[in-house]
């Protein structure tokens, strides 16, 4: 008799086989196959093993802990089940899932609930029940029932005191002066009895002078076990007269307690209630693992998938803190599946438990705070860099907002400038143009060389070792004068603003080319040391997108004590603004730095418009397409005349792929694509300057902020702009396919009435403004202008009313839960992703940042979109070569994939000619399925993926899941016309078996399609070295990518280095992709893009002597996807945002931090250049005359941060000296004399 035992979510049963034994002893023959759904989900060998098991099985039992949505093999299972008419019994967490599958169980609701009640309830007598009941019932066996045992489903705990302990009794002892840890397991741990890791914690809080309330419980309430729930629960227990009686929680408990403490049967719509918020103390929130103590520490990933999800990504939609582990899984003292303690972590949790206990505690007056800008590069002018951020405003106003809350703040700075320059006239992390003894004058603290080595040695010695390898014997040299290290950063009362310290990689850059595991400095461990253990700090905030900290070596999670982040942030409360649509760096943060991450609003965006020329070529060109309907022949070609010229001296020939010169016919016949091309020029959006920390917009940029965030459909709340044109009669789908078709009707070119209803929309917003966003006054105003039974424009406009306008004006919860979480309170959870790509739901800013199942990837919507990308790759491909592109290079991010549900992983699958399966609920991808070549009606591509480290360690089933994909394609029997990717494994094959591989090795190396960062490591290598001038020709920037990105990942690699097939891989490309998600960034903006997009374009150069077809797909909108080529990519940011004067406009009001946004556009675009070759020569030239060459800009420049001059001109002047640029003697002179005021500036201010 046998009997098949699933269980998902959750480790093996231990008292399954312990049951089985006694039955067999008893003389009841039975066999008991046991299996989780992670091992089967991995190891498809050990499921096809399974399967026949399930086979000739009497009965097959599935125990879900969580949603079959996970177990991604259910649905295979449950059809074998079917097909062999298998009895079977399956119990999950999720209400709904019980009733679909009840049928699949032949016995009677009586013998259901009996059973159902027996795998609840649990523990060793019910599953001897479970057992007994199956050889009676099953079996025909003549056996007694033994009566079902309940055992407690929540209490109190303690290694030290009797079961059924009294807690009242208990909370008598806790004395009120020490703070109260909370501590949570499940209460299977506590029936198993497999309570040593827990133990521990709760010894290493107690031994840390706290009280300690540990208990065990069931998140969800159940009627068969008698369970409270976690909501009640915490009510009863932990919450006194609407207080909390504890100052944190540590929950060691995986998923959403949130979720689960709710259970649906498919028929609630409302959202789960937050009881967190009643508790409102800081959510630790730790993890047993159910692998091995030496799977973990050989793990540079630290988690599997299945952890990952349960432990992680769970728990942060919960609003937890995400710590470090606490046990792994072995056995002990003989048995086995024991939870138990990793030396020295139990310590650590309760260390940080005890550090926001005492922030919580120490008088507001008495907190001490480190704000932390960033410096990353070392350059003056980049002092406070953030994503989107004025940081240095935001830093004041939080300044004014602490000395409100009674923090002891003194001599805050007048605004951002004034404490930036206070900042440069003390140390920062440019020391080159001041002396040793300057450096020691201007510090605001020391370590010395006695005190930095008693916390070195403190370290693990294999830290000791690695640090001193790469930076010399402690305390280094970096920052060091006579013996002691130089602390740079401002003190203001009991808040320091510090200044992050350097990472390493420019002061080593030359070792950080050839070696991808260089550890920061010395001088970076003394700094964070001397904050906590000197300043006395209570808590950090880094201030902004993003720091070095996060993104040092080590696991990718699940945290070991040698991990660089762990080593140097140790037990510190940390609070982490981040901006909302970077949510993967975001996650970094969270954790590999136990941050709390406080997403904050992205800046105002605003529509281009036309400036300039461009906007009279606008108007020219809307006069010809009018004259020359009208016949007017004379008028016409004195317009084409005209637009010839502006086109010429504007270099708007490339844009279009025109003659140099074209004559006059060329541009009349190509006078519809220019005027569609200024359309969508016009059309684009743009940054209007800066966010300011916890500040809505203000003025007309909360007005552009609505446009923005309305100019798409928001779920089922309509589009502005649709819903206007729909209101005029119109379609702006329609109008925006072909600008410059003609509507008789209105007697205008589409692009016309674009502008129009666009110019509708923002009249419509400052109207709704004038009567301060009164519903009804507004609704009565619409049914005035476009009259009755407008439903879209009517819901979209109450949206903005009811909705919108409040959650904007919350922008200031950035603030408030800023303060909140200094209080050591709860910060609430909230979602990421761009908030102008039809997301204004993810506002208010302000919440601790959450992102997304990774099981869920692609979602339906992803897919849609990222087939409509790869499709417009492959007819932009033809159309340039003629032909399909046989080898794709992309580039796939973790941030990417979380804003926008996977539209990287569908675009892969597609070109590959795969489709997703998805369950019939919850959406999780369950496999992948073989699109017949018939349908896919193209040949199959191969693509080979450059991911990133955060990719790498937070989806590693995507990486599973396409390098499945890959071998599934090439195994195929098709032709090579057919199947590019097995035409080419056939060709890779053949090479490594004649260089000496054995077959079965050298088909695992062909199958590599999926190469990233080293592991434990993150980075791509390419921008640092372009910053720092640190390379000869492009061949020395595919080296460096090459060294950084040739590590293969899939189900048998984890990061081996494989650099000679990485470079006939990516050498040989044809064509080379990255997608952008919204124009909330462009490819100018990061230089994440031109690092990896343009090192793979250096490598296709300098390995495979040849140009790739580079594209930029465009998904900002998702009904209306553009592609263009890299080139045309960055003529048309320059065009719409660089020389814009809207776009620098908007800075100015943001001082020194706005002159960073041009010092980074100049260099990116430079760095595209020398890669891919993507600038032309007007590019630069205009980019000198804008922000050099222009008085009133330069001024502006010199004014705020004259050191960008230095940058500007000296990066204008590179590309000249390389050949990149051939610019004009009198322009290069203008540069050199800017470049040499500069440079005299930049020694005086040294000296002074």
Same mark, same amino acid.
């Given at each position: 008799?046998?009997?098949?035992?699933?269980?998902?979510?959750?480790?093996?049963?231990?008292?399954?086989?312990?049951?089985?034994?006694?039955?067999?002893?008893?003389?009841?023959?039975?066999?008991?196959?046991?299996?989780?759904?992670?091992?089967?989900?991995?190891?498809?060998?050990?499921?096809?093993?399974?399967?026949?098991?399930?086979?000739?099985?009497?009965?097959?039992?599935?125990?879900?802990?969580?949603?079959?949505?996970?177990?991604?093999?259910?649905?295979?299972?449950?059809?074998?089940?079917?097909?062999?008419?298998?009895?079977?019994?399956?119990?999950?967490?999720?209400?709904?899932?019980?009733?679909?599958?009840?049928?699949?169980?032949?016995?009677?609701?009586?013998?259901?609930?009996?059973?159902?009640?027996?795998?609840?309830?649990?523990?060793?007598?019910?599953?001897?029940?479970?057992?007994?009941?199956?050889?009676?019932?099953?079996?025909?066996?003549?056996?007694?029932?033994?009566?079902?045992?309940?055992?407690?489903?929540?209490?109190?705990?303690?290694?030290?005191?009797?079961?059924?302990?009294?807690?009242?009794?208990?909370?008598?002892?806790?004395?009120?002066?020490?703070?109260?840890?909370?501590?949570?397991?499940?209460?299977?741990?506590?029936?198993?009895?497999?309570?040593?890791?827990?133990?521990?914690?709760?010894?290493?809080?107690?031994?840390?002078?706290?009280?300690?309330?540990?208990?065990?419980?069931?998140?969800?309430?159940?009627?068969?076990?008698?369970?409270?729930?976690?909501?009640?629960?915490?009510?009863?227990?932990?919450?006194?007269?609407?207080?909390?009686?504890?100052?944190?929680?540590?929950?060691?408990?995986?998923?959403?307690?949130?979720?689960?403490?709710?259970?649906?049967?498919?028929?609630?719509?409302?959202?789960?209630?937050?009881?967190?918020?009643?508790?409102?103390?800081?959510?630790?929130?730790?993890?047993?693992?159910?692998?091995?103590?030496?799977?973990?520490?050989?793990?540079?990933?630290?988690?599997?998938?299945?952890?990952?999800?349960?432990?992680?990504?769970?728990?942060?939609?919960?609003?937890?803190?995400?710590?470090?582990?606490?046990?792994?899984?072995?056995?002990?003292?003989?048995?086995?599946?024991?939870?138990?303690?990793?030396?020295?972590?139990?310590?650590?949790?309760?260390?940080?438990?005890?550090?926001?206990?005492?922030?919580?505690?120490?008088?507001?007056?008495?907190?001490?705070?480190?704000?932390?800008?960033?410096?990353?590069?070392?350059?003056?002018?980049?002092?406070?860099?953030?994503?989107?951020?004025?940081?240095?405003?935001?830093?004041?106003?939080?300044?004014?907002?602490?000395?409100?809350?009674?923090?002891?703040?003194?001599?805050?700075?007048?605004?951002?400038?004034?404490?930036?320059?206070?900042?440069?006239?003390?140390?920062?992390?440019?020391?080159?143009?001041?002396?040793?003894?300057?450096?020691?004058?201007?510090?605001?603290?020391?370590?010395?060389?006695?005190?930095?080595?008693?916390?070195?040695?403190?370290?693990?010695?294999?830290?000791?070792?690695?640090?001193?390898?790469?930076?010399?014997?402690?305390?280094?040299?970096?920052?060091?004068?006579?013996?002691?290290?130089?602390?740079?950063?401002?003190?203001?009362?009991?808040?320091?603003?510090?200044?992050?310290?350097?990472?390493?990689?420019?002061?080593?850059?030359?070792?950080?080319?050839?070696?991808?595991?260089?550890?920061?400095?010395?001088?970076?461990?003394?700094?964070?040391?001397?904050?906590?253990?000197?300043?006395?700090?209570?808590?950090?905030?880094?201030?902004?997108?993003?720091?070095?900290?996060?993104?040092?070596?080590? *696991?990718?999670?699940?945290? +070991?004590? =040698?991990?660089?982040?762990?080593? @140097?942030? !140790?037990?510190?409360?940390? &609070? #982490?603004? %981040?901006?909302?649509?970077?949510?993967?760096?975001?996650?970094?943060?969270?954790?590999?730095?136990?941050?709390?991450?406080?997403?904050?609003?992205?800046?105002?965006?605003?529509?281009?418009?036309?400036?300039?020329?461009?906007?009279?070529?606008?108007?020219?060109?809307?006069?010809?397409?009018?004259?020359?309907?009208?016949?007017?022949?004379?008028?016409?070609?004195?317009?084409?005349?005209?637009?010839?010229?502006?086109?010429?001296?504007?270099?708007?020939? *490339?844009?279009?792929?025109? +003659?140099? =010169?074209?004559?006059?016919?060329? @541009?009349? !016949?190509?006078?519809?694509? &220019? #005027?569609? %091309?200024?359309?969508?020029?016009?059309?684009?959006?743009?940054?209007?300057?800066?966010?300011?920390?916890?500040?809505?917009?203000?003025?007309?940029?909360?007005?552009?902020?609505?446009?923005?965030?309305?100019?798409?459909?928001?779920?089922?709340?309509?589009?502005?702009?649709?819903?206007?044109?729909?209101?005029?009669?119109?379609?702006?789908?329609?109008?925006?396919?072909?600008?410059?078709?003609?509507?008789?009707?209105?007697?205008?070119?589409?692009?016309?009435?674009?502008?129009?209803?666009?110019?509708?929309?923002?009249?419509?917003?400052?109207?709704?403004?004038?009567?301060?966003?009164?519903?009804?006054?507004?609704?009565?105003?619409?049914?005035?202008?476009?009259?009755?039974?407008?439903?879209?424009?009517?819901?979209?406009?109450?949206?903005?009313?009811?909705?919108?306008?409040?959650?904007?004006?919350?922008?200031?919860?950035?603030?408030?839960?800023?303060?909140?979480?200094?209080?050591?309170?709860?910060?609430?959870?909230?979602?990421?992703?761009?908030?102008?790509?039809?997301?204004?739901?993810?506002?208010?800013?302000?919440?601790?940042?959450?992102?997304?199942?990774?099981?869920?990837?692609?979602?339906?919507?992803?897919?849609?979109?990222?087939?409509?990308?790869?499709?417009?790759?492959?007819?932009?491909?033809?159309?340039?070569?003629?032909?399909?592109?046989?080898?794709?290079?992309?580039?796939?991010?973790?941030?990417?994939?979380?804003?926008?549900?996977?539209?990287?992983?569908?675009?892969?699958?597609?070109?590959?000619?795969?489709?997703?399966?998805?369950?019939?609920?919850?959406?999780?991808?369950?496999?992948?399925?073989?699109?017949?070549?018939?349908?896919?009606?193209?040949?199959?591509?191969?693509?080979?993926?450059?991911?990133?480290?955060?990719?790498?360690?937070?989806?590693?089933?995507?990486?599973?899941?396409?390098?499945?994909?890959?071998?599934?394609?090439?195994?195929?029997?098709?032709?090579?016309?057919?199947?590019?990717?097995?035409?080419?494994?056939?060709?890779?094959?053949?090479?490594?078996?004649?260089?000496?591989?054995?077959?079965?090795?050298?088909?695992?190396?062909?199958?590599?399609?999926?190469?990233?960062?080293?592991?434990?490591?993150?980075?791509?290598?390419?921008?640092?070295?372009?910053?720092?001038?640190?390379?000869?020709?492009?061949?020395?920037?595919?080296?460096?990518?090459?060294?950084?990105?040739?590590?293969?990942?899939?189900?048998?690699?984890?990061?081996?280095?494989?650099?000679?097939?990485?470079?006939?891989?990516?050498?040989?490309?044809?064509?080379?992709?990255?997608?952008?998600?919204?124009?909330?960034?462009?490819?100018?903006?990061?230089?994440?893009?031109?690092?990896?997009?343009?090192?793979?374009?250096?490598?296709?150069?300098?390995?495979?002597?040849?140009?790739?077809?580079?594209?930029?797909?465009?998904?900002?909108?998702?009904?209306?996807?553009?592609?263009?080529?890299?080139?045309?990519?960055?003529?048309?940011?320059?065009?719409?945002?660089?020389?814009?004067?809207?776009?620098?406009?908007?800075?100015?009001?943001?001082?020194?931090?706005?002159?960073?946004?041009?010092?980074?556009?100049?260099?990116?675009?430079?760095?595209?250049?020398?890669?891919?070759?993507?600038?032309?020569?007007?590019?630069?030239?205009?980019?000198?005359?804008?922000?050099?060459?222009?008085?009133?800009?330069?001024?502006?420049?010199?004014?705020?941060?004259?050191?960008?001059?230095?940058?500007?001109?000296?990066?204008?002047?590179?590309?000249?000296?390389?050949?990149?640029?051939?610019?004009?003697?009198?322009?290069?002179?203008?540069?050199?004399?800017?470049?040499?005021?500069?440079?005299?500036?930049?020694?005086?201010?040294?000296?002074?």
């Amino acid at each position: 008799m046998k009997i098949v035992y699933i269980s998902a979510g959750t480790g093996e049963n231990p008292w399954v086989e312990e049951a089985a034994a006694s039955c067999r002893k008893s003389g009841l023959q039975i066999e008991v196959v046991q299996s989780t759904s992670e091992a089967l989900d991995s190891e498809e060998k050990k499921f096809a093993e399974i399967l026949e098991d399930v086979k000739l099985c009497l009965l097959l039992v599935v125990s879900n802990h969580g949603s079959a949505t996970y177990f991604k093999k259910f649905d295979r299972l449950i059809n074998t089940a079917k097909e062999y008419s298998i009895n079977t019994f399956f119990v999950s967490s999720v209400r709904e899932e019980m009733a679909e599958n009840r049928h699949l169980f032949a016995q009677n609701e009586e013998d259901y609930k009996f059973l159902h009640a027996c795998l609840e309830l649990s523990g060793k007598e019910n599953t001897n029940c479970l057992l007994m009941w199956i050889c009676k019932n099953l079996g025909g066996f003549d056996v007694e029932i033994p009566p079902l045992h309940y055992p407690p489903t929540e209490g109190f705990y303690h290694p030290s005191l009797p079961e059924n302990y009294d807690f009242k009794a208990h909370l008598k002892r806790i004395d009120p002066e020490k703070p109260t840890v909370g501590i949570l397991i499940h209460q299977f741990f506590y029936i198993r009895r497999n309570l040593l890791a827990v133990d521990a914690l709760i010894k290493a809080v107690e031994e840390r002078g706290m009280n300690v309330l540990p208990f065990f419980l069931v998140t969800s309430p159940n009627e068969v076990t008698g369970a409270i729930g976690i909501r009640k629960f915490i009510e009863t227990y932990l919450i006194k007269d609407d207080v909390a009686i504890i100052d944190v929680l540590i929950l060691n408990m995986s998923f959403s307690q949130l979720s689960l403490s709710d259970p649906n049967d498919g028929t609630k719509t409302d959202p789960v209630y937050n009881f967190f918020c009643d508790l409102n103390v800081p959510l630790l929130q730790t993890i047993t693992m159910y692998r091995s103590y030496e799977q973990w520490i050989n793990d540079d990933q630290g988690l599997s998938a299945m952890e990952i999800s349960s432990g992680i990504i769970w728990p942060e939609f919960d609003g937890q803190i995400i710590a470090i582990p606490l046990g792994t899984t072995g056995e002990y003292e003989g048995r086995k599946n024991v939870a138990i303690p990793i030396p020295g972590r139990p310590e650590r949790i309760a260390e940080m438990a005890k550090r926001w206990s005492e922030l919580k505690r120490v008088p507001v007056k008495d907190r001490k705070v480190v704000i932390f800008l960033y410096q990353y590069t070392g350059d003056m002018d980049a002092l406070g860099d953030a994503g989107g951020l004025d940081t240095p405003q935001s830093v004041i106003e939080i300044l004014h907002h602490l000395k409100d809350e009674g923090y002891f703040v003194e001599n805050i700075p007048e605004d951002g400038n004034a404490l930036i320059y206070e900042m440069i006239a003390g140390l920062t992390n440019d020391t080159r143009w001041m002396t040793k003894e300057q450096m020691k004058e201007r510090s605001a603290g020391f370590v010395s060389a006695d005190l930095y080595r008693q916390w070195f040695l403190k370290i693990p010695q294999k830290n000791q070792k690695k640090i001193s390898e790469d930076w010399g014997e402690a305390p280094g040299e970096l920052f060091e004068y006579e013996g002691e290290l130089c602390i740079p950063g401002v003190v203001k009362g009991n808040i320091f603003i510090g200044i992050q310290p350097p990472r390493g990689h420019f002061e080593q850059i030359e070792t950080m080319i050839h070696s991808t595991d260089l550890v920061m400095p010395h001088h970076y461990l003394a700094y964070y040391r001397w904050i906590k253990n000197v300043f006395g700090a209570h808590a950090v905030i880094h201030m902004g997108t993003h720091g070095t900290l996060e993104w040092l070596p080590g *696991k990718g999670n699940a945290m +070991s004590e =040698e991990c660089y982040p762990d080593l @140097i942030l !140790e037990d510190m409360p940390h &609070l #982490y603004p %981040y901006i909302i649509n970077d949510p993967g760096e975001g996650m970094e943060a969270k954790r590999r730095s136990w941050a709390v991450a406080l997403d904050y609003n992205t800046p105002a965006m605003m529509r281009a418009e036309g400036y300039g020329e461009l906007s009279k070529l606008d108007t020219i060109l809307q006069e010809y397409l009018r004259a020359r309907r009208g016949g007017e022949a004379k008028k016409a070609e004195n317009l084409i005349e005209e637009a010839r010229g502006i086109v010429i001296d504007k270099n708007l020939t *490339k844009d279009l792929g025109l +003659s140099d =010169e074209p004559v006059c016919e060329e @541009i009349a !016949e190509n006078a519809e694509r &220019l #005027y569609d %091309y200024i359309c969508e020029l016009r059309d684009a959006t743009i940054k209007d300057g800066l966010h300011i920390y916890g500040q809505p917009p203000a003025g007309n940029r909360f007005l552009e902020m609505i446009y923005a965030l309305t100019r798409l459909e928001n779920g089922i709340v309509p589009s502005l702009r649709e819903s206007i044109a729909k209101a005029m009669s119109l379609s702006l789908r329609n109008l925006m396919e072909s600008p410059s078709d003609f509507n008789e009707t209105r007697g205008q070119t589409n692009g016309a009435l674009i502008d129009l209803i666009d110019a509708s929309s923002t009249d419509l917003i400052l109207k709704m403004a004038e009567c301060g966003y009164n519903c009804e006054e507004v609704l009565e105003l619409i049914i005035a202008e476009y009259g009755p039974d407008n439903n879209d424009l009517e819901t979209c406009a109450a949206y903005i009313c009811d909705e919108l306008v409040k959650n904007l004006n919350l922008t200031t919860d950035e603030m408030t839960n800023l303060i909140l979480g200094l209080d050591a309170g709860y910060v609430p959870p909230g979602g990421s992703g761009d908030p102008t790509r039809g997301n204004a739901h993810l506002l208010p800013t302000g919440k601790n940042c959450y992102s997304i199942d990774p099981a869920c990837i692609p979602t339906p919507s992803a897919w849609k979109t990222g087939k409509e990308l790869a499709d417009q790759m492959v007819e932009r491909y033809i159309e340039e070569k003629g032909e399909y592109p046989q080898k794709v290079g992309i580039v796939v991010w973790a941030t990417d994939t979380m804003r926008t549900g996977g539209d990287d992983i569908a675009y892969i699958l597609w070109l590959m000619g795969l489709r997703p399966v998805w369950s019939d609920r919850g959406g999780a991808v369950t496999g992948l399925e073989v699109i017949p070549a018939g349908e896919l009606n193209r040949p199959r591509i191969d693509a080979s993926l450059r991911i990133s480290g955060m990719f790498r360690d937070s989806f590693p089933n995507l990486v599973n899941m396409i390098d499945e994909g890959v071998e599934t394609i090439a195994s195929l029997d098709e032709t090579d016309d057919v199947n590019f990717l097995s035409a080419h494994l056939k060709e890779d094959l053949l090479e490594r078996i004649k260089e000496g591989f054995p077959e079965d090795e050298a088909r695992e190396m062909a199958l590599i399609r999926i190469f990233g960062d080293p592991p434990g490591q993150h980075g791509v290598g390419v921008c640092d070295v372009v910053h720092a001038s640190a390379w000869k020709d492009r061949k020395d920037l595919a080296d460096v990518f090459t060294n950084w990105g040739a590590h293969a990942y899939g189900r048998k690699f984890r990061g081996e280095k494989f650099p000679e097939l990485f470079k006939k891989q990516f050498g040989s490309l044809d064509a080379t992709v990255k997608n952008r998600v919204s124009r909330e960034w462009d490819i100018l903006e990061t230089d994440d893009d031109y690092a990896v997009l343009g090192g793979m374009n250096a490598c296709v150069k300098a390995y495979g002597n040849k140009d790739p077809v580079s594209v930029i797909g465009e998904a900002s909108d998702p009904k209306n996807i553009k592609t263009k080529l890299l080139d045309e990519e960055i003529r048309f940011i320059f065009r719409s945002r660089v020389l814009n004067p809207r776009w620098i406009e908007g800075l100015k009001p943001h001082g020194f931090r706005g002159v960073q946004e041009i010092v980074t556009t100049v260099e990116y675009a430079f760095g595209w250049d020398v890669t891919s070759d993507a600038l032309d020569d007007w590019e630069y030239q205009a980019a000198a005359e804008h922000f050099l060459f222009n008085p009133e800009n330069r001024q502006w420049i010199e004014d705020n941060n004259p050191y960008a001059l230095h940058s500007i001109s000296g990066r204008l002047l590179e590309a000249k000296d390389r050949g990149f640029w051939d610019a004009d003697e009198e322009t290069i002179r203008k540069l050199q004399e800017i470049y040499l005021e500069s440079e005299d500036f930049l020694e005086r201010t040294g000296e002074d």
